[in-house]
């Protein structure tokens, strides 16, 4: 039987290993964690040698499919300092986003990261404050944010500010809150005190290798070329029939190697207003988007991540769902 990896691992809080002492870690943790933050470490802005050597092995398979802007920044975005030249230490922050829905009214299938409004400003915002409450009490701190906007590796630092692992679905996996989290960090210009490592894993777990419907998940990585959630966003061609007959009610992204993972069961809703379902994405259906101007999407939905997909993708991706299986 296959075992279950949670059994044998034990809560985040071990590994905060932050010395008493230490006083300005300890008030930037508690400082993000009393700002909406669900979790936050620190670890040493440093050159991520051997994820660049991953990442770039992953590009080489093509698993990027048509993601060319993946390619673009390769020395910046394993490299804190070329952004920020004084960059010292990274405090990563976790935000929860979990929530059971995933369905709008029509029974279409929306990413649970895509049902509020977009969380880059959101973050953003959280973060800023952050670091405003942080120069308040040490005037001498400098610092940056980014959410997913510069060309940082969030996860790998969230790895190492000992915030969880990264699981065979490539998401980050944090202990207690699951891997329905959004990261976020501030980079600042001062030595401070780290956060071990994580260092567990998936063990010999495999659910979510298994259970996702196209193949596209493999020891090698994630293979963008097969995963529903590529298709249906980023993907600007027309989807393969044989990816297509494997999309369900899926019409932005999809959750099924997270919705699987044992770590994701058990979880505390968020309380986020700001993630709360979306009216407009509450009621999006095939005749209210072919009844709309591009204008008129870009106006309703323009606080959201659907905006990335676009009205005319996602009418495609709502034939196609009708295809398969039954709408209201
Ligand atoms: S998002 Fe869906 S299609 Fe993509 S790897 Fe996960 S389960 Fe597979
Ligand atoms: S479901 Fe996937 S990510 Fe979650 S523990 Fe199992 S192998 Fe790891």
């Not at 990442?55 to 070329?82: G, I, V």
């Not at 996996?173 to 600042?188: K, Q």
């Not at 009610?249 to 993972?261: A, K, P, T, Y």
Request: aromatic letters at 8%; one cysteine or more.
């Amino acid at each position: 039987m296959e075992s279950d990896p949670k059994t044998f691992t034990v809560m985040a809080e071990h590994i905060k290993t932050i010395s008493p002492e230490n006083s300005i870690s300890k008030n930037i943790i508690n400082t993000a964690l009393n700002s909406g933050f669900d979790d936050c470490g620190i670890c040493k802005a440093e050159f991520l040698e051997e994820d660049k050597k991953y990442y770039l092995n992953w590009l080489k398979q093509n698993f990027h499919a048509d993601m060319s802007f993946l390619e673009n920044y390769l020395e910046t975005r394993f490299n804190p300092e070329l952004l920020f030249p004084e960059a010292k230490s990274v405090v990563v922050v976790l935000k929860n986003y979990y929530t059971q829905s995933g369905l709008n009214d029509k029974n279409l299938f929306i990413s649970k990261y895509a049902l509020g409004k977009d969380y880059h400003a959101i973050i953003k915002s959280q973060l800023k404050n952050v670091l405003n409450s942080i120069r308040n009490t040490y005037p001498e701190i400098n610092g940056r944010v980014y959410v997913d906007t510069a060309p940082v590796f969030e996860r790998s630092n969230a790895v190492k500010a000992g915030l969880g692992f990264t699981g065979n679905n490539k998401c980050l996996i944090n202990p207690r809150l699951g891997s329905f989290v959004f990261i976020g960090e501030l980079v600042l210009d001062t030595e401070l005190d780290y956060n071990k490592a994580y260092t567990d894993s998936c063990k010999d777990c495999k659910l979510c290798i298994k259970a996702c419907p196209t193949g596209a998940l493999s020891k090698k990585g994630l293979d963008a070329n097969k995963c529903i959630s590529y298709h249906t966003i980023e993907n600007r061609n027309k989807i393969p029939q044989k990816i297509q007959i494997k999309i369900t009610n899926q019409i932005f992204g999809c959750d099924i190697c997270q919705n699987v993972c044992p770590y994701n069961s058990n979880l505390k809703e968020h309380n986020e207003p700001d993630f709360m379902i979306n009216k407009e994405i509450q009621e999006i259906s095939l005749e209210k988007l072919e009844n709309i101007t591009d204008t008129d999407f870009e106006n309703k939905l323009k606080d959201t991540v659907l905006l990335r997909a676009g009205r005319k993708k996602l009418i495609d991706n709502i034939k196609i769902v009708m295809k398969n299986v039954s709408v209201k």
